[in-house]
């Protein structure tokens, strides 16, 4: 699978912490300058990418900038992961049924 720009935009710890900020709902951009230890135009340019990756919709409140989660984007890495859900979900159905012989109750 080629990298979608909502992976690569996820690849950075900083735009990560945005996006799970973002999961609680709309914030504004002072947020994310006061949570992360960056300066205020690296936290723009973050954004930036973001928005570009379609991650992170924008909107103006008077003069703030409210910032939302759009999680389309994180549905297509979500299908992408299901393959690997299930080579988990076996191999710890694998484990229990292991423990479940080695340590009966």
């Not at 992976?7 to 900083?14: E, G, K, N, V, Y």
């Not at 002072?30 to 300066?39: R, Y």
């Not at 205020?40 to 989660?69: D, F, I, M, N």
Request: aromatic share 8%; hydrophobic share 45%; proline share 9%.
């Amino acid at each position: 699978m080629q990298m979608t720009p909502a992976f690569a935009a996820l690849a950075d710890p900083h735009r990560l912490a945005i996006v799970a900020m973002l999961a609680d709902g709309e914030r504004p951009a002072g947020d994310f300058v006061q949570a992360l230890p960056v300066a205020q135009p690296t936290v723009s340019r973050h954004l930036s990418v973001l928005r570009e990756a379609g991650l992170v919709r924008v909107r103006k409140a008077g003069v703030q900038r409210l910032y939302s989660l759009d999680p389309r984007p994180l549905a297509e890495i979500d299908a992408w992961l299901e393959p690997y859900r299930r080579f988990w979900s076996s191999k710890l159905d694998a484990l229990e049924a292991h423990l479940d012989q080695e340590f009966p109750q």
